[in-house]
């Protein structure tokens, strides 16, 4: 019986993929591609630059943009019922942006998995946020500094704004413009930096809110800090 690999490649630039997930790639027959709208994985197109898949089979699995859990539910398990079938035969990977603990639906996937009867292993990653700090050039905390980790959905944006320390804002998605005024209404503007896609070939930073010049995509994250030599442009 085979096993299921969480395999981590980063958030875009294939020169972070650690070699643990290179190698764990090269071993396995199946790679497990997850796309969103049947759209093109950058997962994927990011493991293809540090990895010779020529001969294995890909797998791809399709999510949807739901906050259905009902919804959700049935497709984690339509997807682990096609990879145990696959698991009877093969190693398979299943490739995630980032890094797999951090907001991944593998760790669904997997636990289905293993009520299936199946191994399954973690491969860690390079977060975006890490990778984006050191774009920046910045540290993300400091000596006793609270690192805090949001998801734009959080329940209290506004309130989480005023948490000590350092905020990282992920997965705000179209509503970055109305994040951007919450940040503008706090006076936060002078602290926070963004990037977006971060490791992409379009990727982009911005060391304050008002030096952004372009629309910002999905794959955008903000980093809010009350540092006082938080440095500027």
Not at 55 to 66: A, C, E, N, Q, S
Not at 164 to 171: A, D, F, S
Request: glycine share 10%.
């Amino acid at each position: 019986m085979g096993r299921l690999y969480g395999v981590s490649v980063g958030p875009g630039d294939p020169q972070l993929m650690t070699l643990k997930a290179a190698n764990i790639i090269e071993k396995c027959g199946v790679i497990a591609v997850p796309r969103t709208g049947g759209e093109t994985s950058i997962a994927l197109s990011i493991a293809e630059q540090a990895v010779d898949l020529s001969g294995k089979r890909k797998l791809y699995f399709d999510f949807p943009m739901t906050a259905d859990r009902e919804e959700c539910g049935k497709n984690y398990s339509d997807i682990a019922d096609r990879l145990c079938s696959e698991l009877e035969n093969n190693d398979a990977a299943f490739l995630t942006l980032g890094d797999i603990s951090v907001y991944s639906t593998f760790s669904h996937i997997g636990s289905l998995v293993e009520k299936r009867g199946f191994e399954t292993e973690i491969c860690a990653g390079v977060t975006s946020f890490s990778a984006a700090a050191a774009l920046l050039g910045e540290p993300l905390c400091l000596g006793d500094e609270e690192l805090h980790i949001i998801p734009y959905d959080c329940g209290d944006i506004e309130k989480a704004l005023e948490l000590g320390g350092t905020k990282v804002i992920m997965k705000a998605g179209r509503r970055a413009e109305d994040l951007i005024g919450l940040i503008k209404a706090k006076g936060l503007s002078g602290c926070t930096k963004i990037v977006s896609n971060c490791g992409l070939a379009d990727e982009k930073k911005y060391r304050s809110v008002g030096s952004i010049d372009s629309e910002l995509g999905y794959f955008t994250l903000f980093i809010i800090t009350d540092r006082e030599n938080f440095h500027e442009a």
